[in-house]
């Protein structure tokens, strides 16, 4: 490819050239977020299986709020 010999600053001069917009921070992070949200690494772990948990915290004396 041709823009591969251009030096960065000279890329701008080149009328192939296309300014590539790179994601911003809120982009970034909501990506994250989503697949963090798609993410399961243990699929035992569903809301039966934490309010059992929570269930046998709380019998122990332990309360945690959600």
């Known amino acids: 490819m041709v ?4 030096s960065s600053c000279e890329l701008w001069k080149c009328n192939t ?3 590539q917009r790179a994601p911003t921070l809120i982009e970034v992070d909501e990506a994250i977020q989503h697949v963090l949200t798609k993410l399961i690494i243990y699929p035992e772990h569903h809301d039966q299986y ?3 948990c929570l269930e046998n915290l709380s019998y122990k004396g332990i309360d945690i709020p959600l």
């Open 3 to 6: 823009l591969n010999f251009i």
């Open 17 to 19: 050239y296309r300014v």
């Open 50 to 52: 934490l309010k059992e």
